[in-house]
C-alpha cells in the first residue's frame, strides 16, 4: 500500500506558553515536538508497510522548524516526506490546511492517508475528516486496529462506555488514529543515517 502519513508540529505539553509582542500568537522561543496522535498513526503506517509492502510518505504543514518532525519520521523508517513550508499554516484554520495538504499530493496516488485524530495544540480533531471531503474519499475516525481486506480494510473503532465497532471501508480512505492503537517505535541510529540521504519535498504555500 502506498500511504501517506500528515504529522504536525506542536508545542511540548511542559513548554510554557507567551504571546507574542501584537499579542496574536505565542512567541517562537518555545521547544516543539512531534504530535502525540501523529506518532501513533505514522507507527502504524510503517506496521502496515511491513506487512504488505508499499510506501510511506510523511507530509507536514509549517514554518522551517517543522521539518524537525519530518526528519524524525524518516529516521523512524519512513521513505520520503513533503514539506508545505509557510509561517501562516501555524494559525490556519483546518478546512485551509486541508486543501493544502490535498493539493501537495495532486498527481500521486495513495491507497491510504492516515492522521493522528487531533493535535495536542488546536484539538479540533477536523483535519483528517475533511481532508477527506476535499478529497472525496470515504473516512472513519478514532481508529484502534486495522486489517487489510480483500475489498479494503476491516477497521476497529473505539466508541463510549468501553464499546466498539467494527466497519469496513473502501480504499483509497483516510483514517483518523487514536493514541495507543500501537507501541511507538524508536529511530535507530542507522534510521537517522539513512534519513540525511532520503528524499523531502519542499512546496511553496
Keep these: ?3 501517506l502519513v500528515c504529522i504536525k508540529q506542536v508545542p511540548q505539553k511542559d513548554a510554557p506558553l507567551k504571546l507574542n509582542d501584537a499579542g ?3 512567541r517562537e522561543d518555545v521547544s516543539y515536538e512531534v504530535n ?3 506518532a501513533y498513526a505514522l507507527e502504524e503506517a510503517l506496521r502496515q508497510k511491513e506487512k504488505h509492502g508499499g510506501e510511506v510518505v510523511v507530509v507536514t504543514a509549517g514554518p522551517a522548524r517543522a521539518q524537525q518532525v519530518l526528519r524524525e519520521a524518516l529516521a523512524k523508517g519512513a521513505d520520503r516526506a513533503i ?3 509557510d509561517d501562516r499554516f501555524a494559525t490556519l484554520d483546518a478546512a485551509n490546511v486541508a486543501r493544502a495538504l490535498a493539493a501537495s499530493i495532486a498527481g500521486e496516488e495513495f491507497d491510504l492517508i492516515v492522521t493522528g485524530l487531533q493535535s495536542d495544540d488546536f484539538g479540533h480533531a477536523q483535519t483528517g ?3 477527506a471531503e476535499v478529497l472525496g474519499w ?5 481508529i484502534i486496529g486495522i ?6 480494510l476491516r477497521l476497529k473503532r473505539e466508541l463510549e462506555a468501553g464499546r466498539y465497532q467494527y466497519v469496513d471501508v473502501p480504499l483509497p480512505a483516510v483514517l483518523t488514529i487514536q493514541s495507543g492503537i500501537n ?7 542507522i534510521g537517522i543515517k539513512q534519513a540525511k540521504n532520503k528524499p523531502l519535498r519542499k512546496v511553496a504555500w
Excluded at 183 to 189: E, V
Design 1 to 3: 500500500m502506498k500511504i
Design 24 to 26: 496574536t500568537w505565542i
Design 36 to 38: 502525540e496522535p501523529d
Design 83 to 85: 514539506h508545505l513550508e
Design 129 to 131: 475528516v475533511l481532508l
Design 138 to 142: 470515504p473516512h472513519a475516525t478514532i
Design 147 to 152: 486489517e487489510k481486506t480483500d475489498s479494503g
Design 183 to 189: 507501541k511507538l517505535r524508536y529511530a535507530t541510529l
